[in-house]
């Protein structure tokens, strides 16, 4: 290995290593570095009072901006699932009714019945949420054209008017939790800035008993990151997929970068193909990612394709079976150029 290669560990933040992409783990890490502080600040000696003065602004900064964050989370989790029972509602209880009394005036198959329903209730079970709002936006001005139907129509455009409500306001919030990813990744930074400093002066001071260091981190919490996850990833879409079919996830378009994890649910009994295009339309390219039947795959945007595509895509490669998934947003990707 040449020198230009070798990467001398104390030459590296570990603290920011270890908490990258990883909020929760930066507050237990730093919580915990605070208290020992403040616990050592006690004693009265200059340099244990020093530090814990100025790490206890940052920590509480980043404390707050944590709670901000997760906050924003849960809002957006809260209006994803009440847009879900929206959709439930529209293809269980209103299409059925809908259906019923078109029917009443047209029956089934007829060139009238077609017009109004050209794919059937099955067009608005699945695709991506604002294509099926805009098919429930036409599925109005079909039935509003028809003077026996304007119950049914005056029906429509209220559920329409109500579910694209909720769509918007589901947008506002994942804007929201963006936002937060930003601020608080910036906090994040800082925070772990000053533990590498405090490292730094702590090894300084304990130069003859260097084990002394260990009382002022947790380091179970670095050594076994891998068990302290952030809290469950915001789905931005999920549902079935047809036998040799494919779905576009319309939530990643102009949102995301290539840092971007994505947490990838494969809930059914075949597998999946991930990968990102430029247009829906391009080929399968080569950065394919297979997630088998009952797994999870967590990958970065930057994984699934170059970073200029705006398409997520999942496709089932079975001839038979339907495939069932769920895509989640693990942590938002950070331009570090920007937060520097």
Same mark, same amino acid.
């Given at each position: 290995?040449?020198?230009?290669?070798?990467?001398?560990?104390?030459?590296?933040?570990?603290?920011?290593? %270890?908490?990258?992409?990883?909020?929760?783990?930066?507050?237990?890490?730093?919580?915990?570095?605070?208290?020992?502080?403040?616990?050592?600040?006690?004693?009265?000696?200059?340099?244990?009072?020093?530090?814990?003065?100025?790490?206890?602004?940052?920590?509480?900064?980043?404390?707050?901006?944590?709670?901000?964050?997760?906050?924003?989370?849960?809002?957006?989790?809260?209006?994803? $699932?009440?847009?879900?029972?929206?959709?439930?509602?529209?293809?269980?209880?209103?299409?059925?009714?809908?259906?019923?009394?078109?029917?009443?005036?047209?029956?089934?198959?007829?060139?009238?019945?077609?017009?109004?329903?050209?794919?059937?209730?099955?067009?608005?079970?699945?695709?991506?949420?604002?294509?099926?709002?805009?098919?429930?936006?036409?599925?109005?001005?079909? $039935?509003?054209?028809?003077?026996?139907?304007?119950?049914?129509?005056?029906?429509?455009?209220?559920?329409?008017?109500?579910?694209?409500?909720?769509?918007?306001?589901?947008?506002?919030?994942?804007?929201?939790?963006?936002?937060?990813?930003?601020?608080?990744?910036?906090?994040?930074?800082?925070?772990?800035?000053?533990?590498?400093?405090?490292?730094?002066?702590?090894?300084?001071?304990?130069? %003859?008993?260097?084990?002394?260091?260990?009382?002022?981190?947790?380091?179970? #919490?670095?050594?076994?990151?891998?068990?302290?996850?952030?809290?469950?990833?915001?789905? $931005?879409?999920?549902?079935?997929?047809?036998?040799?079919?494919?779905?576009?996830?319309?939530?990643?378009?102009?949102?995301?970068?290539?840092?971007?994890?994505?947490?990838?649910?494969?809930?059914?009994?075949?597998?999946?193909?991930? #990968?990102?295009?430029?247009?829906?339309?391009?080929?399968?390219?080569?950065?394919? $990612?297979?997630?088998?039947?009952?797994?999870?795959?967590?990958?970065?945007?930057?994984?699934?394709?170059?970073?200029?595509?705006?398409?997520?895509?999942?496709?089932?490669?079975?001839?038979?079976?339907?495939?069932?998934?769920?895509?989640?947003?693990?942590?938002?990707?950070?331009?570090?150029?920007?937060?520097?």
């Amino acid at each position: 290995m040449s020198n230009n290669e070798f990467v001398w560990h104390f030459s590296q933040n570990q603290f920011a290593n %270890a908490t990258r992409n990883n909020f929760k783990l930066t507050y237990l890490l730093s919580t915990d570095h605070y208290a020992r502080l403040y616990n050592e600040s006690l004693s009265g000696e200059v340099l244990f009072v020093e530090m814990y003065d100025k790490f206890k602004p940052i920590r509480k900064d980043f404390s707050r901006k944590y709670s901000l964050w997760l906050e924003a989370k849960g809002m957006y989790k809260a209006q994803t $699932v009440s847009l879900a029972n929206s959709f439930d509602e529209l293809v269980n209880k209103k299409l059925p009714k809908w259906d019923v009394e078109v029917q009443n005036v047209f029956i089934e198959k007829s060139t009238e019945y077609i017009s109004i329903f050209p794919g059937g209730r099955s067009a608005f079970q699945k695709g991506a949420y604002d294509i099926r709002i805009s098919k429930l936006d036409r599925l109005y001005l079909s $039935v509003s054209k028809h003077a026996d139907l304007k119950k049914v129509s005056e029906d429509i455009l209220a559920f329409y008017n109500f579910i694209e409500d909720i769509r918007l306001k589901q947008q506002a919030l994942e804007s929201k939790v963006k936002k937060a990813s930003f601020t608080i990744e910036k906090s994040r930074i800082k925070t772990t800035k000053a533990m590498y400093e405090n490292l730094a002066l702590l090894m300084n001071h304990f130069s %003859a008993e260097p084990y002394e260091i260990q009382r002022f981190f947790e380091l179970q #919490y670095i050594t076994n990151k891998e068990i302290i996850k952030d809290d469950e990833p915001i789905i $931005v879409a999920e549902g079935t997929i047809e036998p040799e079919s494919k779905i576009t996830v319309d939530a990643l378009t102009g949102k995301f970068n290539s840092n971007t994890q994505l947490v990838i649910n494969n809930l059914g009994d075949t597998a999946i193909e991930v #990968y990102t295009t430029k247009l829906p339309s391009d080929n399968v390219p080569g950065t394919t $990612v297979t997630v088998e039947s009952k797994r999870m795959a967590i990958v970065n945007c930057g994984e699934l394709g170059a970073e200029e595509n705006l398409y997520l895509i999942i496709y089932n490669a079975s001839t038979e079976k339907t495939a069932t998934y769920s895509v989640g947003v693990n942590h938002y990707g950070i331009n570090e150029e920007e937060i520097k």
